[in-house]
């Protein structure tokens, strides 16, 4: 900015007078005629949004201490140089339901539609380490996600997928070391080498106890089992993203882009700690860790936050953890539209919706991004709704110019503003969270939840009062809503649950049971012993040990965890 003739201090005092009077005159004159339509403006995080920015709301910014050029420190303006002006980003579609081989068909269906990178949603039983035949995930299988029990619906899901050819990204967190041996076991079998395996375990488990819910052991051992993945993938599988730390999880949970981002770097924080603890480098495995934000409603704001997120990010790798690599100080990210944003009224307008979320992931520099889909808001997206979301990304890349330079909102007066107060903002709260004696004393003392239900709170307040607007929720209603019953959506066949128990008791019955029980053996001694369960977890599903067989191994050593009750 300082090199701008606009900015030039003899000029800064003319620009501060001549503001003055546009703000005393011209505008004043107009708003006494006809007023604004709110008191005040302010971003959905609360930040107090000023009729008119000017150079004068970047005095004292330093273009290369604060911006810098792509692919150097400090990464405002994005972690590589050409951007997407090289290789545009990865358009992953979220998706999984029913059985392995209903996904199967789906995610082949989006690879030919152009999707370039898959993204696997296990449902709740798999997610919280239970097989289809357990009595606690009756009425659940197959609903949210894809139900996997073994390496047999791993084998399934990817029938016909070459694992050395597309990057695979699996929403698991509790259970991601047992999904990840399925993957590099389905990878052998398909005769590609672990070291040739590409995609991310989410695998952040921290974010579980604070926003979703679905951790199964107690936190010590829950981040133990997340790190054992990021070591054995330092030299097993160096290509994978052994770890993506989700905020938008924290977001969808009620959680402003200010405490969305800064609750992020704080998860962040710890897990690079514990692993420094473990003994590992920070250059050895930083480079591989990943991270996802959400796309919420307010454009600029979450512009502003990505950038802000790469600036703070590659600050705190340098100056609090000394990291001499650049591709430790690199954020990248993949975001995704927020799905509490869609709402099951007049639900085609969730098409727009998402379209602005696609674009504020791509004029925010993600490496890469999922659309939801028009229909989310009622059921699992059908395939004419999932191409839909797809084409958005693809009419934007192509058609819309927003690829065609780096960073194309830089230098805006408000966006820069705005990408500050959001860094400082966040890093008030990083401040905070250190005093406390870091992350998991804030996480264990209530106070993160507190944080989040109080802005849920707020928000909440301000869409029931009308002055947050939601179109055709709280204003512009049709007189007659749409039926849910005259929408095409999709349905799960409710014979996906009985099909997929049966399929469980069968396996049991045809595989090597004494394998089973040694492999087994082998994960208690090493669990017993304190050592990376990668290797014992890797052998279990190879003999073909169910997720509820490896996850009750677990359970018996380390229990299961009861989080607080949050009064």
Known sequence: ????????????????????????????????????????????????????????????????????????????????????????????????????????????????????????AFDLPTQLGLDSDDPRAEGAVGRVGVAVDSLADMEAIFE??????????????????????????????????????????????????????????????????ALDIVEYCLAGVPRWNTMNIAGYHIREAGADAVQELAFTLADAICYIEQAQARGLAVDDFAPRLSYSLGCFRDLFEEVAKFRAARRLFARIMKDR?????????????????????????????????????????????????????????????????????????????????IANTIDPLAGSYYVESLTSEIETRAAAYLEKIDAMGGMLRAIESGYISREIQNSSIRYQKAVDSGETVIVGLNRYRDEEEQNEADLDLFQIDPAVEQHQRASVVTLRAKRHSGEVDASLAALDAAIEGNQN??????????????????????????????GPVQL
């Open 1 to 120: 900015f300082q090199y701008s003739a606009l900015t030039k201090s003899a000029a800064m005092p003319d620009l501060k007078a001549e503001c003055k009077r546009w703000e005393d005159g011209t505008l004043k004159r107009t708003i006494e005629r006809s007023p604004e339509r709110k008191p005040t403006f302010t971003t959905e995080s609360g930040i107090p949004v000023k009729a008119l920015y000017t150079p004068l709301d970047l005095a004292g910014s330093d273009y290369h201490a604060d911006l810098g050029f792509p692919g150097e420190f400090p990464y405002t303006r994005g972690v590589y140089p050409s951007m997407y002006r090289g290789q545009l980003w990865t358009m992953r579609q979220y998706a999984g339901f029913g059985s392995a081989e209903e996904t199967n068909k789906r995610f082949r269906y989006l690879l030919e539609q152009g999707s370039t990178g898959l993204s696997i």
């Open 160 to 225: 016909g997928i070459p694992l050395d050819r597309v990057s695979t990204s699996m929403t698991i967190n509790a259970t991601a070391p047992i999904l990840l041996a399925m993957y590099i076991a389905v990878g052998e079998r398909q005769g590609v080498s672990a070291t040739q395996l590409t995609g991310t375990t989410q695998n952040d488990i921290l974010k579980e106890f604070i926003a979703r819910g679905t951790y199964i052991f107690p936190p010590a051992p829950s981040i133990k089992l």
């Open 321 to 401: 953890f000394g990291a001499k690599d650049p591709r430790s100080c690199l954020f990248r990210t993949f975001s995704g539209s927020c799905g509490s944003t869609l709402v099951s009224q007049q639900p085609l307008n969730n098409a727009v919706r998402v379209t602005l979320h696609a674009l504020m992931g791509a004029l925010g520099g993600h490496q890469a991004i999922h659309t939801a889909c028009w229909d989310e808001a009622y059921a699992i997206p059908s395939e004419e709704a999932a191409t839909l979301a797809l084409r958005t990304q693809q009419i934007l890349a192509h058609e819309s110019g």
């Open 533 to 562: 369960v990668m290797p014992a977890v890797i052998r279990s599903v190879k003999a073909y040990a169910t997720v509820g067989e490896i996850s009750q191994v677990m359970r018996r050593r380390w229990g299961e965890y009861r």
